[in-house]
């Protein structure tokens, strides 16, 4: 490692969460450094000037250089262990499901997370309101996607629990929290029991 390493973070968040939780299956030891989003603590000239210039947690601190975006700093604590895998295809499998999870899970299932659970329905404004539906059947696309590929396989990449699951597990583990049931998804709600099980796994921060 180099040098000490701070997460930036609030700890409810998913994609805090994942880079805790790849560390503990790793077994590197984390500092963490707390903000609170919902009073504006990223947004501060020390926070943009120092941390993050985006304004936005995580950032993995490693040593005096900083690492903004969850699956970026992930894949720099996982580098050369067995949560990536060897094989190149493999590599780049899991990529895209690191991808697609910013992409197409996260922008629905956490944004609605957040909306519902800790700003509160009745309080979005009209932009975000007009958005629940097609969030609501973006985020149940993206769920039944997964549910489909883990009744063939029983992980996401290479038959093997790898950095790809972590990384989806964050959120869709609370996805329910944001208002999309999980009954419907069987093969998901396995997975999630295959994943609590694994050596080293913590639980997400209340």
Same mark, same amino acid.
């Given at each position: 490692?180099?040098?000490?390493?701070?997460?930036?973070?609030?700890?409810?968040?998913?994609?805090?969460?994942?880079?805790?939780?790849?560390?503990?299956?790793? =077994?590197?030891?984390?500092?963490?450094?707390?903000?609170?989003?919902?009073?504006?603590?990223?947004?501060?000239?020390?926070?943009?000037?120092?941390?993050?210039?985006?304004?936005?947690?995580?950032?993995?601190?490693?040593?005096?250089?900083?690492? +903004?975006?969850?699956?970026?700093?992930?894949?720099?604590?996982?580098?050369?262990?067995?949560?990536? +895998?060897?094989?190149?295809?493999?590599?780049?499998?899991?990529?895209?499901?690191?991808?697609?999870?910013?992409?197409?899970? @996260? +922008?629905?299932?956490?944004? *609605?997370?957040?909306?519902?659970?800790?700003?509160?329905? =009745?309080?979005?404004?009209?932009?975000?309101?007009?958005?629940? +539906?097609?969030?609501?059947?973006? $985020?149940?696309?993206? *769920?039944? *996607?997964?549910?489909?590929?883990?009744?063939? @396989?029983?992980?996401?990449?290479?038959?093997?629990? $790898? *950095?790809?699951?972590?990384?989806?597990?964050?959120?869709?583990?609370?996805?329910?929290? $944001?208002?999309?049931?999980?009954?419907?998804?069987?093969?998901?709600?396995?997975?999630?029991? =295959?994943?609590?099980?694994?050596?080293?796994?913590?639980?997400?921060?209340?």
């Amino acid at each position: 490692m180099d040098g000490q390493l701070i997460l930036h973070e609030y700890a409810q968040s998913g994609n805090c969460y994942k880079i805790r939780l790849t560390a503990a299956h790793l =077994d590197i030891p984390l500092i963490r450094r707390e903000y609170d989003i919902m009073r504006g603590e990223t947004r501060t000239s020390a926070f943009l000037d120092n941390v993050n210039a985006n304004g936005r947690i995580p950032v993995l601190q490693v040593g005096d250089r900083f690492l +903004p975006e969850s699956n970026a700093a992930c894949v720099w604590l996982a580098d050369g262990s067995h949560l990536i +895998p060897n094989d190149r295809f493999a590599r780049a499998d899991m990529l895209h499901w690191m991808f697609w999870e910013q992409y197409n899970h @996260e +922008p629905n299932i956490a944004t *609605l997370k957040f909306w519902r659970l800790f700003v509160g329905e =009745d309080k979005l404004n009209d932009v975000q309101r007009a958005q629940l +539906p097609g969030k609501q059947a973006a $985020g149940e696309a993206a *769920l039944k *996607l997964m549910d489909d590929h883990l009744a063939r @396989e029983p992980w996401l990449v290479a038959g093997a629990f $790898g *950095l790809a699951d972590i990384c989806l597990y964050a959120y869709t583990h609370t996805a329910e929290a $944001g208002g999309f049931p999980l009954d419907a998804y069987p093969n998901v709600r396995r997975w999630f029991a =295959d994943v609590a099980a694994q050596p080293g796994y913590i639980v997400m921060d209340s």
